[in-house]
């Protein structure tokens, strides 16, 4: 089956840079439209930026030039560059993979933006 597996998150100062990382299993990633998306506490659940099969980027308004969406096909992996953190960006991020309108998701990889 198809699984998820997040990575990179962590604490980091306002300012910083994480790299997160999900990695896709048995599947074909390349066919699948891949995508991010966060939730704070409290909140619902926020897309944050997607990717399709083609390499078409998406990022929710908050993000928009300080966090970078990409994907490696060779590596069954999509990654989100995270750059100038804001305490508001604080959340659990979740890795989503959708493909003709089935879509799976990860467990989610906490990253917290405090100094």
């Known amino acids: 089956q198809v699984q998820l597996v997040e990575s990179g998150g962590g604490l980091v100062q306002p300012g910083g840079s994480l790299r997160l990382s999900c990695a896709m299993s048995?599947?074909?990633?390349?066919?699948?439209?891949m995508g991010w998306y966060r939730q704070a506490p409290g909140k619902q659940r926020e897309l944050v930026s997607t990717?399709?099969?083609?390499?078409?980027?998406n990022y929710a308004d908050s993000v928009k030039g300080r966090f970078t969406i990409s994907r490696d096909n060779a590596k069954n992996r999509v990654y989100l560059q995270m750059n100038s953190l804001k305490p508001e960006d604080t959340a659990v991020y979740y890795c989503n993979a959708v493909f003709l309108g089935r879509g799976y998701w990860g467990q989610g990889t906490q990253v917290t933006v405090s100094s």
């Open positions: 048995g599947a074909i990633f390349s066919i699948y439209a």
């Open positions: 990717i399709s099969s083609g390499g078409n980027t």
